[in-house]
């Protein structure tokens, strides 16, 4: 067999090839139940959990805040259906915002919220609101800190605050027991850099996975107690419910994947080394 | 004059912005600058629907190159102004309809596209060309292994853990300092009108 | 022992046990202890509030407390309004809660009502008048003032030293010392060079940065009178590109050559933008792509695809998250402050110079300090009395509360 040929056209392989084989290693996992995947939760989604579990039924909402837009739907959307699921189901009431600043984010909370709250029978303005939008994320998280009314008069289907019963005796972030963050950019760090640290707001985050590693800084300081990292995090959590949703079935997808990438860098790294050392021959 | 008033008005604002976080009387006129911030910030987002019809528009009534495309555009701005003034926003409206079905996956799309790019780039560039290239490399397969908690037998994901944790931590830190210097000393030049390349050509 | 007798002997060991043997059934009593005084650090608008349960009640316990409410008498009011109220079922032996949204100038009087189930109710003597107070320094902020005082003192002294003439050295910084390379070879090859400022506003400080390379960049491309394309994703930045490259060409003699639509906005939606200058990059294949400024998922769409066209690609972002795409993708990278240096470092201007020695200094300061507070620690929890600890808390940022 000629290697030097063989490694010659792997080292100049098409990108088409490439894009086609992770195609095939993104999609066929959705349609053949393989390979088997293990879900180990990471300390981080157990403080997020157990943070949110922490929270007294029907008291003081959890604040959630949607800061993300439709191109990390998939990989935050899940999340946020499970911290839903988590907190409709104990009878935590919910808050929602968004400081996703193109206003996309309320898209996104008024298709997952009513959605999810529906499956157990939670009604709005009682056991959920949605406050609606606003442009400039740390502006609008700092007046929350004094106010929640100079942020959001009125919610985004133009209710007045003071109609809304779950928002009766919520003035600031004294009476929120937690914000659950889920952002693809700094957004989720500016939660921990304003109120967390000038109002001691409780913050926690779910993030893109790309994100992760730069947040860890803050989670190790303590100034963010939790984290959702990624589709494997919102699998995570998904266990931790016992109710396996959109972030459980990626995962399959996600190992095939992985392991492509790694089959690539191998392969790409062997030719690589073979046609070096010809060279230098 | 035309360059006097900007910088007065940033050396004021800036010098405002860094004396209130020291006083505590000073947040209620905080407030107040917040609340107007809000407002510009909402302006600009009408600056921006205003360029895209002045550009769009413009290639559109002088059939300028790929003026179908501009079309294409102000259609697509008109339709959802129009659905969400006149159908309203809320669930089961056309507005949140056109988001749900056609926005949102087609971002999604576009997102799911780096996954072909990060395999062709791993492909491409990840060679163990140097020292600095190898232990990238050897990083990278470990991080993917472990966040999959496969082969726990021979502790991979617990290394992956570790790099995560130290090296790249410490390396994150390291450079957060940095920037966040870099950034203090930036802004001080701002406000001080060393740095005026915020105005265009910082000249009259 | 005859029942009646019994039942004597229970209530007795209960009353001596210090605790009712049963709920309380008499008149309520009131909550004890109501304190009100003013919240420290804040601009006068807020009172801290807080009182003991009244006697009989156990945390937690059922003793015929319905609820304690707080109440309020303000400047002007004819009595007492309710303010919130506190369930005797939680785990604590005293409640507190801040009353927000007051007036400095006016004092308020305060009262708790202690409600039984019956409907019965007992209230504490009023205390007040209390009138919150402004503060006007946050003394939990020392430290960082101190930090602010001597960053500024230094970044204001090394830039007074550079504009009396001394000399100030700068290490080499690959990726800008190959811009000039990248637009000469553009131009050798008659293709455009593609200049990408980021994504981020013009408030957002690697923008602010990545104007400067562009002012440089763009006078640089005019003397060779050769081509620059910088599509824009904000709408505020882009007048200010327009301004900045027009402005190059004015003042590398070539105005006539400056071309209105090769500096042109986009669209607000990121991914939008990062298709639309994926596809300027296939059809224009520039020679060189310039990507400085902030960036984020759309980072590696556009440094492949310039990739992919053949283009000798610089990248500078200070969006750590973005550095490993730019890293694997482009041919030169700038880290971080590497991006706001590179207007000193192109400019060689003396007052830019200043600061980033001034900068650099402070850097300094901030490494010895880490590592005389990291020896501090460890002997400290070497020696297990932890001698060192002002260290920690002298170097705490700390927030004004929540």
Not at chain 1, 85 to 112: C, K, P
Not at chain 2, 158 to 187: E, H, Q, Y
Not at chain 3, 291 to 303: D, I, K, R, T
Request: with cysteine; proline share 5%; charged share 20%.
């Amino acid at each position: 067999m000629d290697f030097d040929r063989l490694f010659q056209s792997m080292l100049r392989l098409d990108r088409r090839i490439v894009y086609s084989l992770i195609f095939i290693a993104v999609t066929f996992p959705f349609y053949i139940a393989w390979p088997p995947f293990n879900v180990e939760v990471s300390k981080e989604v157990r403080s997020t959990y157990d943070i949110i579990e922490a929270i007294p039924p029907n008291g003081q909402p959890l604040l959630i805040s949607i800061d993300y837009d439709p191109a990390s739907a998939a990989e935050l959307s899940p999340m946020l259906v499970a911290a839903l699921r988590h907190a409709f189901s104990r009878d935590i009431r919910v808050l929602v915002i968004s400081l996703q600043t193109t206003g996309q984010g309320a898209g996104i909370a008024t298709q997952i919220v009513p959605a999810v709250a529906a499956e157990y029978g939670k009604k709005q303005n009682v056991d959920w609101a949605f406050l609606g939008f606003q442009p400039n994320p740390i502006v609008a998280m700092m007046a929350m800190g004094e106010d929640m009314r100079r942020a959001f008069p009125r919610d985004y289907f133009d209710t007045r605050y003071e109609e809304i019963p779950l928002l009766a005796g919520v003035q600031n972030y004294s009476q929120i027991p937690a914000v659950l963050t889920l952002a693809s950019t700094a957004v989720g760090e500016s939660w921990a850099i304003y109120p967390g640290s000038r109002y001691g707001l409780t913050v926690l985050a779910g993030l893109t996975a790309v994100y992760v590693a730069d947040i860890q800084p803050f989670y190790q300081s303590g100034q963010i107690r939790g984290i959702i990292g990624g589709l494997k995090g919102a699998a995570e959590y998904e266990k931790l419910l016992e109710r396996p949703g959109d972030g459980t079935a990626g995962m399959r997808s996600q190992k095939v994947v992985h392991y492509t990438m790694i089959i690539f860098i191998v392969l790409g790294n062997i030719a690589y080394l073979w046609t070096r050392r010809r060279r230098i021959a | 004059m035309k360059l006097q008033i900007p910088l007065l008005i940033c050396a004021i604002a800036g010098i405002f912005m860094a004396v209130q976080y020291f006083i505590p009387a000073a947040l209620p006129l905080y407030e107040r600058v917040n609340d107007y911030l809000q407002i510009v910030f909402a302006f600009s987002i009408v600056l921006g629907v205003a360029s895209v019809v002045h550009r769009h528009g413009g290639r559109l009534v002088r059939r300028k190159k790929d003026w179908v495309y501009s079309s294409l555009i102000i259609f697509g701005m008109l339709l959802m102004l129009l659905a969400g003034f006149i159908g309203g926003r809320g669930p089961g409206t056309l507005f949140q309809h056109l988001f749900n079905a056609v926005l949102l996956p087609v971002q999604a799309t576009m997102f799911a596209l780096l996954a072909f790019y990060m395999a062709s780039a791993a492909f491409r560039s990840f060679r163990t060309r140097s020292l600095d290239a190898t232990l990238l490399l050897v990083a990278a397969v470990f991080v993917m292994v472990g966040r999959l908690d496969d082969f726990k037998s021979l502790y991979i994901p617990d290394i992956a853990r570790w790099i995560l944790d130290g090296p790249n931590l410490v390396s994150k830190r390291a450079i957060l300092l940095g920037v966040g210097l870099g950034m203090a000393s930036t802004a001080l030049k701002v406000v001080l009108g060393i740095e005026r390349s915020y105005l265009g050509s910082g000249k009259e | 022992m005859t029942c009646p007798a019994a039942l004597g002997v229970l209530l007795a060991a209960g009353l001596l046990l210090g605790r009712p043997a049963l709920a309380q059934t008499g008149p309520p009593l009131p909550a004890r202890d109501l304190r009100v005084e003013d919240k420290p650090l804040d601009a006068g608008r807020a009172l801290k509030i807080s009182f003991r349960r009244a006697e009989g009640d156990i945390a937690g316990g059922a003793s015929g407390v319905a609820r304690y409410e707080l109440r309020r008498m303000s400047p002007g009011d004819t009595g007492f309004v309710a303010l919130r109220s506190f369930s005797p079922l939680e785990h604590t032996e005293a409640f507190g809660t801040d009353d927000v949204g007051l007036s400095p100038s006016r004092g308020y009087l305060y009262s708790v009502r202690t409600y039984q189930a019956t409907g019965d109710y007992a209230d504490t003597e009023p205390v007040g008048p209390v009138s919150p107070r402004r503060q006007w320094f946050y003394t939990n902020k020392v430290n960082t003032l101190v930090a602010v005082i001597l960053f500024c003192g230094l970044v204001i002294a090394f830039i007074q030293a550079a504009r009396r003439g001394r000399s100030l050295f700068i290490r080499r910084i690959a990726g800008l010392d190959a811009i000039d390379e990248a637009v000469g070879r553009c131009t050798e090859m008659g293709r455009p060079t593609l200049y990408i400022p980021g994504i981020s506003t013009i408030s957002d400080v690697a923008t602010i940065a990545s104007l400067n390379i562009l002012g440089q960049v763009a006078k640089k491309i005019a003397s060779y009178q050769a081509r620059i394309l910088v599509p824009n994703r904000d709408p505020i930045v882009y007048p200010v590109t327009q301004d900045v490259v027009k402005q190059g060409f004015l003042e590398a003699g070539y105005p006539d050559q400056y071309r209105e639509e090769d500096v042109y906005y986009v669209t607000n939606d990121q991914f939008a933008y990062a298709a639309a200058v994926a596809g300027t990059m296939v059809r224009e294949k520039p020679g060189a792509n310039l990507l400085l400024g902030m960036f984020y998922a759309e980072s590696l769409v556009l440094a492949e695809t310039g990739a992919s066209v053949g283009a000798i690609q610089i990248a500078g972002t200070d969006a750590i998250s973005q550095l490993p795409f730019f890293v694997t993708a482009c041919d030169y990278t700038i880290i971080g402050e590497e991006l706001y240096a590179a207007s000193s470092y192109i400019s060689r201007e003396p007052t830019l110079l200043g600061s980033l020695k001034g900068q650099d200094i402070y850097k300094l300061i901030c490494i010895i300090l880490i590592v005389l507070g990291v020896l501090a620690m460890t002997i400290g929890a070497i020696a297990q009395g932890e001698p060192f600890r002002w260290v920690n808390e002298m170097l705490r940022v700390r927030g004004t509360g929540g």
